[in-house]
């Protein structure tokens, strides 16, 4: 994938700050995501990797530091939040698909809502992303009644049908059993390949050896390290991001 | 000992309405039911609005619903009756003039209708707050990272859900309205129960009142259950096990 | 305002009150124990005891409980007279068919909170126990009743709450609890508006006091969890 | 003397003597400051229970119930308490299931209204709101008034203080009772100058002790209240109750004896309507 | 490990099959496990594995077949089950640590109740297993103040207090983070390294190359496939197994 140096990152995250109470979550955080970039987010549990991804459409507020997309400062209180977020693709760990809706429902709510497409035009654009990911036929369906696998799937073309920008993605694959993991990889290296800007916290070396652009090691709140993703795994800089290679990569 | 139980006394004429006393009673019966459906739709809108200001993220409106709950949920609903019917009229004076110059059954309704819908619309609040916290948070959050405003996310996700959640809830909460619209006896309206007790103190018949008001009561009881399970299977996810 | 009423009466009323206070603490837990038994009945593998549990508790679940105290007023002495083989019906008094009315009555209640609480211990701590070789009397004394008792007690004493009001309701056997001394006093002189306020003040202060210990309870056990 | 049976052989066997109180028929039988039980019938049943005393040969131990006008029957029958000398009307009806004694009182039933309504007989209760307490006589007389085309519009309250109250925050227009439970209320208002009894009655009823049918029984109670008319006892109990200040506020209900009452009092009998 | 194939089998599983109403679980199954060997289970989501290995020591009945624990019928309605139980360890995905008793508590209770030890000869015991699983430190805990990684560290140790002749796993540690699922392996390798006799449900192929003296695959209620370790990686017979295996294998 060629970058951009000079242009306007997509995501740019500054000196940023998040406390609970008196716990704080992030301690002054600053990276960023250029156009059509794949950067992958890892690190211990409970390390505040799913809370940075959050914060980056406003779904966490913070309390200190600058987080822009394309351009739109998130971080101020001014911002339509509602509007930037419908460009903002995201995908959760527990996949959140509305259990009361049909998929085909799921594909098409938030198109009319908040698109004001019409139902017609909305049903097309689900159908044929539905499609892409392989389960067209499953339309009728309920959430309830695909595999974990399947409902991750549709997750990321519910998010595909707003046309985003960019796409959140927070550890797609670890609430899925073994099999199913890469039927849900295979669509997010698609989408890569295809020049999707990406955010992805995930446990998953292998997909980020295949696609990722840089690789960010967060503990503790803090980016401990942001590198290309061969300088990643190959010449780790800090100790820890060594120590928690070998642990996950061992076995 | 004054315990036989003469059967054929339900079919005698009551002195209090010129029909027999199973009749007069089922009249009774008829308003237990009109009371239970229109303070249940009563505790269904106020109990919703009061359960959802509870979840929302604003201070005040969380205060005013945590108010709401408390005051009607700390007095027995006996004394609460009696404020409505004794004390409340004094302070609305429009109020008062109605009751004074309708028929006073009328008066007496009114008054057990706002108190019990109400006082249940406590309980609605709790079970629509709780259902709604026990959404797992990655629902408001996808429907917010999709775009969807609040007001929406709780128009299309979090109420279709929380009010599925809360069914089984409500169908024992329905029944525990139909069943406290009884104490409404105590502000002279003549349900099942006090007609039922009319019907002793008339005929000293005890028992066969009670049993008829019991076999009633349970019949009641079993329509009510009965349709809010259908209603329960009609709106159930497919997919999802029901709990 | 003329409050002689109350200040004239605080004896009586405070009679009124201890009985109150009596009568829920007597009967929740009373209809606590009856009420674990009722559940443990309803789930046991015996369809008999199964159907003739959730027969009682659905059958106290469906009728008013004015019209069981009602009944209870007017059964228990014959009842009594019956199982002593007295003659004549053996008068108990009103305070203590209240007692027995809502020792069975509430039974039902707590049964329905007791089953649930023992249900969502999940089946893997039913697995564990039986896979460490524990027998089922000793899986439900140590793991699934300790469990299931902490992670009810809220709900347990917010039902002892709606029971502490309904005791109210014992005033239409004539019964001197504190809602019953209030209205003797209130006919006596007249003064229905301000001892009925005077009632809901004095219920509110208690159940309010109690349900904000439930919630710090609550609090508690949540990070415990 | 023949075998006793029945209240008087369960008084001799159990020691135990119970009677019945209400809690606000004043002055027959109500409760004072302290919440213990007082009244004109309570004297009246302290003298049946000495009697009864005397004729089983034994102290007795007298309990106190409390009762009310819903539950005296069946409690009585089920034998939680043996008689009661409250405000309960000695009807043919009731005769059915228990005996009545000799009557102590004799009530007009008449309506309570404010002296400014201009109310002035029961014709001018016609599409009226009227007030009494559910589960007494007074329901069905209300009713039986439409045959003389007096249609009131019946609010059944729980209790007489209740029943009163409805009228004092002018909701009704009357309030229809017994005259002497109707005194009793005025006098315990706060504004007993506002209020008056209709001139008019629409029954009259004997009060007289209840007791569970038993011949044997009610002819000591018969005794005894015959015995208290004759010896001029009853006459002092009235007026200590009806005509001079009574707990708890030292009030006076300032009732002298009716027509009826004097009537029963003449030809003491138990005679029910 | 050696085997010695002579000696009678300690768990032996003939023919079971089992059925929930009308869907069949397992059907027809026959394996068996010797002293000291360490059988991995494998398949699909489904598949009927958490159901056989209950079968083993009847937490979960079956209609047809029977099984012998150490020559013991758990299959016969006559056997005393709590007996057998307690000599036969098992450890469960979601750790199931009573979370109303202390670490020390947990480790102690069953010991007591059922083999009627003294409290001071199973506290000696129990603190011996946790300080051999590295946790002696957290004795006084409660198990919600613990990591995944350790609660499961302290499951095992609460299996082996019982002295147990053989043990169960059943995926521990598929809920576990990326970063704890080693810890727990750890313990399991040294374990089978002692000879004790396992059988084991888990997706972890790491695991099975290394210490699996035989590995099983379940799909759909069926034992597919059922070979030494080698011949199960190198050339697995059935397509289906082959199929699993590149599924579960690649990225
Ligand atoms: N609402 C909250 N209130 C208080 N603390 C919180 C809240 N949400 C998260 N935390 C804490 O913030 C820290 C970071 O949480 P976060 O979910 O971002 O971690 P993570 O890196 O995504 O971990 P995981 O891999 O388990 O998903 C954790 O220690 C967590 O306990
Ligand atoms: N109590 C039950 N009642 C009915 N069906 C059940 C029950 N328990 C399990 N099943 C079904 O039996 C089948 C096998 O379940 P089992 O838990 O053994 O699968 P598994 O191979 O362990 O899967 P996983 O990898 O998800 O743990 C599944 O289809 C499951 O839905
Ligand atoms: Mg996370
Ligand atoms: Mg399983």
Same mark, same amino acid.
């Given at each position: 994938?060629?970058?951009?140096?000079?242009?306007?990152?997509?995501?740019?995250?500054?000196?940023?700050?998040?406390?609970?109470?008196?716990?704080?979550?992030?301690?002054?955080?600053?990276?960023?995501?250029?156009?059509?970039?794949?950067?992958?987010?890892?690190?211990?549990?409970?390390?505040?990797?799913?809370?940075?991804?959050?914060?980056?459409?406003?779904?966490?507020?913070?309390?200190?530091?600058?987080?822009?997309?394309?351009?739109?400062?998130?971080?101020?209180?001014?911002?339509?939040?509602?509007?930037?977020?419908?460009?903002?693709?995201?995908?959760?760990?527990?996949?959140?698909?509305?259990?009361?809706?049909?998929?085909?429902?799921?594909?098409?709510?938030?198109?009319?809502?908040?698109?004001?497409?019409?139902?017609?035009?909305?049903?097309?654009?689900?159908?044929?992303?539905?499609?892409?990911?392989?389960?067209?036929?499953?339309?009728?369906?309920?959430?309830?009644?695909?595999?974990?696998?399947?409902?991750?799937?549709?997750?990321?073309?519910r998010a595909l049908a707003m046309d985003p920008i960019c796409m959140l993605f927070d550890e797609?694959?670890?609430?899925?059993?073994?099999?199913?993991?890469?039927?849900?990889?295979?669509?997010?290296?698609?989408?890569?390949?295809?020049?999707?800007?990406?955010?992805?916290?995930?446990?998953?070396?292998?997909?980020?050896?295949?696609?990722?652009?840089?690789?960010?090691?967060?503990?503790?709140?803090?980016?401990?390290?942001?590198?290309?993703?061969?300088?990643?795994?190959?010449?780790?800089?800090?100790?820890?991001?060594?120590?928690?290679?070998?642990?996950?990569?061992?076995? | 000992?004054?315990?036989?139980?003469?059967?054929?006394?339900?079919?005698?004429?009551?002195?209090?309405?010129?029909?027999?006393?199973?009749?007069?009673?089922?009249?009774? =019966?008829? %308003?237990? +039911?009109? &009371?239970?459906? #229109?303070?249940?739709?009563?505790?269904? *809108?106020?109990?919703?609005?009061?359960? @959802?200001?509870?979840?929302?993220?604003?201070?005040?409106?969380?205060?005013?619903?945590?108010?709401?709950?408390?005051?009607?949920?700390?007095?027995?609903?006996?004394?609460?009756?009696?404020?409505?019917?004794?004390?409340?009229?004094?302070?609305?004076?429009?109020?008062?003039?109605?009751?004074?110059?309708?028929?006073?059954?009328?008066?007496?309704?009114?008054? =057990?209708? %706002?108190? +019990?819908? &109400?006082?249940? #619309?406590?309980?609605?609040?709790?079970? *629509?707050?709780?259902?709604?916290?026990? @959404?797992?948070?990655?629902?408001?959050?996808?429907?917010?990272?999709?775009?969807?405003?609040?007001?929406?996310?709780?128009?299309?996700?979090?109420?279709?859900?929380?009010?599925?959640?809360?069914?089984?809830?409500?169908?024992?909460?329905?029944?525990?309205?139909?069943?406290?619209?009884?104490?409404?006896?105590?502000?002279?309206?003549?349900?099942?129960?006090?007609?039922?007790?009319?019907?002793?103190?008339?005929?000293?018949?005890?028992?066969?009142?009670?049993?008829?008001?019991?076999?009633?009561? @349970?019949?009641?009881?079993?329509?009510?259950?009965?349709?809010?399970?259908?209603?329960?299977?009609?709106?159930?996810?497919?997919g999802l096990i029901r709990r | 305002m003329d409050f002689s009423s109350i200040t004239g009466s605080?004896?009586?009323?405070?009679?009124?009150?201890?009985?109150?206070?009596?009568?829920?603490?007597?009967?929740?837990?009373?209809?606590?124990?009856?009420?674990?038994?009722?559940?443990?009945?309803?789930?046991?593998?015996?369809?008999?005891?199964?159907?003739?549990?959730?027969?009682?508790?659905?059958?106290?679940?469906?009728?008013?409980?004015?019209?069981?105290?009602?009944?209870?007023?007017?059964?228990?002495?014959?009842?009594?007279?019956?199982?002593?083989?007295?003659?004549?019906?053996?008068?108990?008094?009103?305070?203590?068919?209240?007692?027995?009315?809502?020792?069975?009555?509430?039974?039902?209640?707590?049964?329905?909170?007791?089953?649930?609480?023992?249900?969502?211990?999940?089946?893997?701590?039913?697995?564990?126990?039986?896979?460490?070789?524990?027998?089922?009397?000793?899986?439900?004394?140590?793991?699934?009743?300790?469990?299931?008792?902490?992670?009810?007690?809220?709900?347990?004493?917010?039902?002892?709450?709606?029971?502490?009001?309904?005791?109210?309701?014992?005033?239409?056997?004539?019964?001197?609890?504190?809602?019953?001394?209030?209205?003797?006093?209130?006919?006596?002189?007249?003064?229905?508006?301000?001892?009925?306020?005077?009632?809901?003040?004095?219920?509110?202060?208690?159940?309010?006091?109690?349900?904000?210990?439930?919630?710090?309870?609550?609090?508690?056990?949540?990070?415990?969890? | 003397?023949?075998?006793?049976?029945?209240?008087?052989?369960?008084?001799?066997?159990?020691?135990?003597?119970?009677?019945?109180?209400?809690?606000?028929?004043?002055?027959?039988?109500?409760?004072?400051?302290?919440?213990?039980?007082?009244?004109?019938?309570?004297?009246?049943?302290?003298?049946?229970?000495?009697?009864?005393?005397?004729?089983?040969?034994?102290?007795?131990?007298?309990?106190?119930?409390?009762?009310?006008?819903?539950?005296?029957?069946?409690?009585?029958?089920?034998?939680?308490?043996?008689?009661?000398?409250?405000?309960?009307?000695?009807?043919?009806?009731?005769?059915?299931?228990?005996?009545?004694?000799?009557?102590?009182?004799?009530?007009?039933?008449?309506?309570?209204?404010?002296?400014?309504?201009?109310?002035?007989?029961?014709?001018?209760?016609?599409?009226?709101?009227?007030?009494?307490?559910?589960?007494?006589?007074?329901?069905?007389?209300?009713?039986?008034?439409?045959?003389?085309?007096?249609?009131?519009?019946?609010?059944?309250?729980?209790?007489?203080?209740?029943?009163?109250?409805?009228?004092?925050?002018?909701?009704?227009?009357?309030?229809?009772?017994?005259?002497?439970?109707?005194?009793?209320?005025?006098?315990?208002?706060?504004?007993?100058?506002?209020?008056?009894?209709?001139?008019?009655?629409?029954?009259?009823?004997?009060?007289?002790?209840?007791?569970?049918?038993?011949?044997?029984?009610?002819?000591?109670?018969?005794?005894?209240?015959?015995?208290?008319?004759?010896?001029?006892?009853?006459?002092?109990?009235?007026?200590?109750?009806?005509?001079?200040?009574?707990?708890?506020?030292?009030?006076?209900?300032?009732?002298?004896?009716?027509?009826?009452?004097?009537?029963?009092?003449?030809?003491?009998?138990?005679?029910?309507?």
């Amino acid at each position: 994938m060629t970058v951009n140096e000079n242009e306007a990152p997509m995501i740019d995250i500054r000196n940023v700050s998040k406390w609970y109470g008196s716990f704080q979550v992030l301690k002054n955080c600053s990276t960023s995501v250029r156009k059509g970039e794949v950067v992958v987010v890892c690190g211990p549990s409970g390390s505040g990797k799913s809370t940075l991804i959050k914060t980056v459409n406003g779904l966490e507020p913070v309390q200190q530091g600058t987080i822009l997309v394309n351009g739109v400062e998130v971080t101020n209180p001014k911002t339509n939040l509602t509007r930037l977020r419908s460009h903002v693709g995201m995908v959760f760990q527990h996949f959140e698909l509305f259990p009361h809706l049909s998929i085909r429902e799921n594909l098409v709510l938030a198109q009319m809502k908040v698109l004001k497409r019409n139902r017609e035009e909305a049903t097309k654009k689900g159908l044929a992303l539905l499609d892409r990911v392989g389960l067209l036929k499953q339309a009728e369906k309920y959430p309830g009644q695909l595999s974990g696998g399947q409902q991750q799937r549709v997750a990321i073309a519910r998010a595909l049908a707003m046309d985003p920008i960019c796409m959140l993605f927070d550890e797609p694959t670890s609430a899925l059993d073994p099999e199913m993991i890469n039927e849900v990889l295979d669509v997010m290296v698609e989408l890569a390949q295809e020049g999707m800007t990406m955010m992805v916290v995930t446990h998953e070396m292998g997909f980020a050896r295949k696609v990722a652009d840089r690789v960010i090691f967060v503990e503790g709140g803090e980016i401990l390290e942001d590198s290309p993703k061969d300088e990643f795994f190959e010449h780790p800089k800090s100790e820890r991001t060594q120590h928690f290679l070998s642990k996950i990569l061992s076995h | 000992m004054g315990f036989e139980m003469d059967w054929s006394t339900l079919f005698a004429i009551s002195d209090l309405s010129d029909t027999p006393w199973w009749q007069y009673m089922l009249g009774g =019966a008829g %308003i237990t +039911l009109a &009371l239970t459906f #229109s303070a249940g739709l009563l505790a269904l *809108v106020v109990g919703t609005l009061v359960g @959802i200001i509870r979840t929302v993220p604003n201070r005040a409106l969380n205060f005013i619903g945590e108010a709401w709950v408390e005051l009607f949920r700390n007095v027995p609903l006996l004394v609460q009756l009696f404020l409505w019917f004794f004390v409340v009229p004094e302070f609305i004076p429009p109020l008062k003039a109605w009751m004074i110059s309708t028929d006073p059954l009328y008066g007496e309704f009114f008054c =057990a209708w %706002i108190g +019990l819908g &109400l006082f249940t #619309s406590v309980r609605v609040a709790e079970n *629509v707050k709780s259902g709604i916290k026990t @959404i797992p948070r990655g629902q408001l959050f996808a429907a917010y990272a999709l775009g969807l405003s609040t007001p929406q996310a709780y128009r299309y996700v979090l109420l279709p859900l929380a009010f599925r959640i809360t069914l089984p809830p409500l169908n024992s909460e329905a029944m525990n309205l139909m069943k406290n619209t009884a104490t409404s006896l105590t502000i002279g309206l003549a349900d099942l129960t006090l007609r039922s007790h009319e019907m002793g103190e008339m005929t000293f018949q005890f028992f066969v009142a009670f049993c008829f008001a019991t076999v009633v009561y @349970i019949i009641i009881s079993l329509v009510i259950n009965r349709s809010m399970t259908t209603l329960e299977k009609a709106v159930a996810i497919p997919g999802l096990i029901r709990r | 305002m003329d409050f002689s009423s109350i200040t004239g009466s605080t004896s009586f009323l405070l009679q009124g009150a201890a009985y109150t206070f009596e009568l829920t603490a007597t009967s929740a837990i009373g209809a606590i124990i009856l009420g674990t038994f009722l559940a443990l009945g309803k789930m046991a593998k015996s369809r008999v005891l199964s159907l003739l549990c959730s027969g009682y508790i659905n059958l106290m679940r469906a009728v008013p409980l004015v019209l069981i105290l009602f009944w209870f007023f007017f059964l228990v002495p014959v009842f009594i007279a019956w199982f002593t083989g007295s003659p004549i019906p053996v008068p108990v008094g009103p305070e203590k068919t209240a007692l027995i009315t809502f020792i069975l009555f509430e039974a039902a209640y707590y049964a329905e909170i007791i089953r649930a609480g023992i249900q969502s211990i999940s089946r893997g701590q039913l697995y564990a126990s039986s896979a460490l070789g524990l027998s089922f009397g000793q899986t439900m004394r140590y793991v699934i009743l300790p469990q299931a008792f902490r992670n009810m007690g809220p709900v347990l004493l917010t039902q002892t709450i709606v029971l502490f009001q309904d005791t109210s309701l014992v005033y239409v056997l004539s019964a001197t609890d504190f809602m019953g001394a209030v209205s003797k006093i209130a006919q006596r002189d007249s003064q229905l508006t301000l001892m009925y306020c005077f009632a809901a003040v004095c219920y509110f202060v208690v159940s309010f006091t109690l349900s904000t210990g439930v919630k710090q309870m609550q609090k508690k056990l949540a990070i415990i969890r | 003397a023949p075998a006793l049976d029945g209240t008087l052989k369960k008084a001799k066997d159990t020691g135990i003597f119970t009677i019945g109180y209400r809690d606000a028929s004043v002055p027959f039988s109500y409760l004072d400051a302290k919440g213990k039980s007082i009244g004109y019938g309570n004297e009246i049943c302290k003298n049946i229970a000495a009697a009864v005393e005397k004729k089983v040969g034994r102290k007795l131990t007298i309990k106190w119930q409390p009762i009310t006008s819903g539950n005296r029957i069946p409690l009585l029958l089920n034998g939680t308490y043996d008689v009661e000398c409250g405000s309960t009307t000695n009807s043919k009806e009731r005769q059915k299931l228990v005996d009545f004694g000799t009557t102590y009182f004799a009530v007009g039933v008449t309506a309570a209204v404010k002296k400014n309504s201009g109310i002035k007989s029961f014709k001018d209760l016609n599409n009226k709101n009227v007030s009494t307490t559910a589960g007494t006589t007074s329901v069905t007389l209300l009713k039986d008034l439409r045959k003389k085309g007096i249609n009131t519009r019946v609010v059944p309250a729980k209790d007489h203080a209740e029943a009163f109250q409805l009228l004092a925050q002018n909701r009704v227009v009357a309030n229809v009772m017994d005259d002497i439970l109707l005194a009793g209320q005025i006098a315990n208002s706060q504004t007993p100058a506002a209020y008056t009894l209709l001139n008019e009655t629409i029954s009259e009823e004997p009060y007289a002790p209840m007791l569970r049918k038993d011949p044997q029984f009610k002819a000591l109670v018969d005794a005894t209240v015959t015995g208290m008319i004759k010896s001029g006892q009853m006459k002092k109990l009235y007026d200590t109750w009806f005509t001079k200040p009574i707990a708890p506020h030292n009030v006076n209900l300032n009732f002298p004896m009716n027509a009826p009452t004097k009537a029963a009092f003449a030809h003491p009998n138990s005679n029910g309507i």
